[in-house]
């Protein structure tokens, strides 16, 4: 139990455009899921938190305008990256809350080209 | 403010020896959960571990074991007979259970096992 999928596993987009990436949990409602950004060689950074059928908290340095999270349901969540740029290419990791634990997906590498 | 602390960034082993992954924590919290977590090349997040800090008891897991010392806010992962396929970064983490629910990583400790 307490799977988590995230879609797609790899994505690769042109500068300026947009990529929505997608959380679900799978055989759980996740009344809170989380989004980590992991640039190569380095740690799993949070980004933000986010309550379903609330607005997302993030954490401080986070543009919340080009980093879109919509938490509609209790088994999805999803991150659009808006107007992406090549900085932006990272390996994007969410993971669902289900009791006091959080269960990861398999992540989301995002190349921007 | 809650941090994790992974001094070694990475180490090399030749396979068969034993191999130590240190992690200091600091939290205000005295309730709280601490991972240990494998990130293979591929990426995704291996659960290994989960101690609440009210259990100090070691654990072990066929060639895994654990040391958790509150009086030295740490909390040690050790390898025995390291094989080439525990090649991986390893993370520590320490969450809040009963507040925010977030996870704070170190930097990771990146393990080589050479044949």
């Known amino acids: 139990g307490a799977v988590v999928s995230q879609h797609p596993s790899r994505v690769i987009c042109k500068s300026g455009t947009s990529v929505k990436i997608e959380c679900r949990s799978l055989?759980?409602?996740?009344?809170?899921m989380f989004w980590y950004r992991q640039f190569p060689k380095q740690s799993l950074m949070l980004m933000a938190t986010?309550?379903?059928?609330?607005?997302?908290?993030?954490e401080q340095g986070v543009e919340k305008d080009k980093f879109l999270i919509n938490h509609a349901s209790l088994t999805l969540s999803t991150l659009t990256v808006t107007s992406a740029h090549p900085e932006d290419s990272s390996f994007y990791i969410c993971?669902?809350?289900?009791?006091?634990?959080?269960?990861f997906g398999p992540g989301t590498r995002l190349t921007v080209t | 403010a809650q941090k994790v602390t992974q001094a070694q960034t990475e180490i090399s082993v030749v396979e068969k020896e034993d191999v130590t992954l240190d992690c200091v924590y600091e939290?205000?919290?005295?309730?709280?959960?601490l991972f240990w977590y494998k990130q293979p090349p591929s990426g995704e997040l291996v659960f290994l571990i989960r101690?609440?800090?009210?259990?100090?008891q070691n654990e072990i897991s066929g060639r895994y074991s654990w040391n958790f010392q509150k009086s030295t806010s740490s909390f040690n992962f050790t390898i025995t007979a390291s094989q080439v396929v525990d090649s991986a970064v390893y993370f520590c983490a320490l969450s809040d259970p009963l507040g925010t629910y977030k996870y704070i990583f170190g930097t990771g400790t990146r393990l080589k096992v050479l044949a």
């Open positions: 101690r609440n800090s009210f259990d100090e």
């Open positions: 939290t205000r919290d005295t309730t709280y959960y």
């Open positions: 986010s309550n379903e059928g609330s607005k997302a908290t993030y």
């Open positions: 055989d759980f409602q996740a009344t809170t």
């Open positions: 993971s669902a809350s289900h009791g006091m634990e959080q269960y």
